[in-house]
């Protein structure tokens, strides 16, 4: 499968509570949700953002509080791929189940700037920055975290396993 | 080059069914307890109701706890709330909380208390900080609301077997020294993905020289670094602490200890007798400075709680400072007891009466002000001194509101002083 869509960039640490403020969890409405995303760290994001649009941050992207609502209401904003050097872990399991793309790249960090226009076939790893013309490779997922994505999430999985 | 597999390897392999288990592998692990929270669990009930589980595996190994925006703090807050109790009633969910019965409080505070939690355990927990237990010596992790959802059906979920960092602790702790400035402190060092996807595994001589109030802070926020949980290894604090409140526990499981050649990515030293208090500023847990080497900040907040700070140990710092005091004219100390034993433990030790003397807001347990929720929220501007666990951007309220993480000591002496500062600066009361 194949994306385009335009960088969004931001830095290193980007916490759960930044990206949907504990103010807002008193629903899991993801519609209601994604209104907030980002708020507390770009409240200018919601204006901006166009369905298809990928998020490029630094590391240790998702820190913080375990809230599924934070990769539910990225992905109800229209974001379609984070991309980062490194996630917090269960910032990382949450994204799978909830069918988040995201992917690790350290050089893609380093080099993409917001605004960028970039590709990313997802059954290669290839992110391509048409904008600068440079080509990164992302890290592939490990074995068992693709047959949770090709069984379209855990919860699927869960039912297979279940005989449901 | 040694073989042997670390204490938290050895939790996953013998949950696993399996002799060894390796570092990167993914395995499936039995569970012995689940816990959700009124933020985590709606969520799950949803997918486990969408997805036609039926009924969950067993209805004595999960944990409902509505402790985040409970007492009720809106009306969407009660929906969320009512949506737990009445799937609890449901499924006849033995440990379900309800708001002021007996043995309820924060989430990280009861299961411990109530005896939940035991040595050699593996447990998930859809909130970030159950790496709690860890104190215990039991794994245990956050997870989102999908992986409660489908753990709930199934009592198993997959992890990847992590590697570990060892925390080789030696020396004896300095007065107004807790286990929250051992465990920011290391925050500070290695910053807040230096354990990312991995074991904290805390070992040594000093390890003796921890409470179990102390080890339950440090293991508390190992999520802060990144890592994956904490762990300290069981001895006769523990032991005790478990027999107490553990009906029938005996003795430690006789497989639960890391192998003498167990394989390390890295070891650290830390001598507790170096450790200063430290004071955590905005706006990362790792971004710490020691009392004393910064001027002075005039704060508007105080808050004494929380999974982290909330226990009866904490009460009775908070009350040795305050005792015969006052809080500072226009600052605000919100003071919240981590669970209804704690709560009622600390009226019957006059530690309340202490707290209201010194003009401290008395709060029910609750997690509300932690994240910005309710009962203490900050508005724009204003600076709090908090012995919670973070104090990322917007946290406890406005965006532009800064939150300084500190011990238990600090934070009361903060109170009084009405900026950043230490017991010892505190005239004679």
Same mark, same amino acid.
């Given at each position: ?11 290193? #640490? ?16 993801? #519609? ?14 919601? #204006? ?65 700037? =917001? ?13 391509? =920055? ?8 992302? #890290? ?25 | ?41 709606? @969520? ?9 589980f039926g009924s969950v595996f067993d209805k004595d190994k999960i944990v409902l706890v509505p402790d985040h925006f409970a007492p009720n703090k809106d009306i969407k807050s009660a929906e969320q709330c009512r949506k737990m109790r009445e799937f609890a009633r449901e499924q006849n969910i033995t440990h379900y909380f309800e708001q002021g019965q007996a043995g309820m409080g924060v989430e990280h505070v009861i299961i411990p208390e ?20 860890? $104190? ?17 059906? !199934? ?25 929250? *400035? ?25 390890? /003796? ?6 080890? +339950? ?9 990144? /890592? ?7 001895? /006769? ?9 553990? @009906? ?51 704060? *508007? ?31 605000? $100390? ?22 209201? *003397? ?5 709060? $029910?347990? !609750? ?49 009084? +002083?009405?900026?950043?500062?230490? @017991? ?6």
């Amino acid at each position: 499968m194949k994306i385009t869509g335009r960088a969004i960039k931001y830095g290193a #640490n980007v916490d759960t509570d930044v990206i949907i403020p504990a103010r807002y969890l008193n629903t899991s409405d993801k #519609n209601e949700l994604a209104k907030h995303c980002m708020e507390d760290l770009d409240p200018d994001f919601v #204006n901006r953002v166009k369905p298809g649009d990928i998020i490029v941050a630094g590391p240790n992207f998702g820190c913080g509080s375990s809230r599924e609502h934070a990769p539910v209401a990225i992905k109800a904003s229209g974001i379609a791929c984070v991309i980062a050097p490194s996630f917090a872990r269960i910032f990382y399991r949450n994204s799978i189940n909830t069918g988040l793309a995201i992917l690790e790249c350290e050089e893609a960090y380093k080099d993409i700037c =917001d605004g960028d226009e970039l590709e990313i076939d997802f059954s290669s790893g290839i992110i391509t =920055d048409h904008t600068a013309h440079v080509v990164f490779r992302a #890290n592939a997922f490990p074995e068992f975290i693709a047959e949770i994505i090709e069984a379209d999430g855990l919860v699927e999985y869960t039912r297979k396993k279940l005989g449901k | 080059m040694g073989i042997g597999m670390t204490m938290t390897q050895k939790i996953l392999a013998k949950h696993a069914g399996r002799e060894m288990i390796r570092e990167g592998e993914l395995i499936e692990a039995k569970l012995d307890l689940l816990l959700g929270n009124d933020i985590t669990t709606p @969520p799950a009930i949803d997918c486990f109701r969408d997805s036609a589980f039926g009924s969950v595996f067993d209805k004595d190994k999960i944990v409902l706890v509505p402790d985040h925006f409970a007492p009720n703090k809106d009306i969407k807050s009660a929906e969320q709330c009512r949506k737990m109790r009445e799937f609890a009633r449901e499924q006849n969910i033995t440990h379900y909380f309800e708001q002021g019965q007996a043995g309820m409080g924060v989430e990280h505070v009861i299961i411990p208390e109530n005896g939940l939690a035991r040595p050699g355990d593996c447990i998930i927990g859809a909130d970030s900080h159950t790496c709690t237990y860890g $104190a215990l010596g039991a794994f245990s992790t956050g997870v989102g609301s999908t992986d409660l959802a489908c753990a709930m059906a !199934t009592g198993t979920t997959w992890f990847r077997v992590p590697g570990a960092i060892k925390v080789i602790l030696t020396g004896n702790l300095n007065p107004y020294v807790s286990g929250k *400035d051992v465990i920011l402190s290391l925050i500070g060092k290695i910053g807040v993905d230096g354990a990312l996807y991995r074991s904290l595994e805390f070992c040594g001589e000093g390890v /003796a020289e921890l409470t179990m109030a102390d080890r +339950l802070t440090i293991c508390n926020m190992a999520i802060e670094c990144g /890592a994956k949980n904490g762990i300290f290894p069981v001895d /006769a604090t523990t032991l005790e602490y478990v027999r107490e409140r553990v @009906p029938g526990y005996a003795d430690q499981p006789e497989w639960l200890f890391p192998d003498e050649d167990a394989v390390y990515e890295s070891i650290l030293e830390m001598d507790l007798s170096s450790i200063r208090p430290v004071v955590s500023f905005p706006h990362l847990p790792s971004n710490t400075k020691e009392l004393g080497t910064f001027g002075k900040i005039r704060i *508007d907040q105080v808050v004494v709680g929380s999974c982290t700070n909330g226990r009866i140990e904490d009460m009775r710092k908070a009350a040795a400072i305050l005792r015969g005091r006052k809080v500072a004219d226009g600052l605000r $100390a919100i003071i919240l007891p981590g669970s209804q034993k704690v709560y009622k433990q600390a009226l019957e030790e006059g530690l309340l009466a202490v707290f209201v *003397d010194a003009g401290c807001v008395v709060s $029910a347990p !609750t997690c509300g002000p932690c994240l910005g929720g309710y009962m203490g929220v900050l508005a724009k501007g204003e600076k709090c001194v908090s012995t919670t666990n973070r104090n990322f951007v917007g946290r406890m309220g406005h965006k532009e509101s800064e939150v300084y993480l500190a011990g238990v000591e600090v934070a009361a002496a903060s109170a009084v +002083l009405g900026y950043i500062g230490s @017991p010892d600066e505190l005239s004679e009361a």
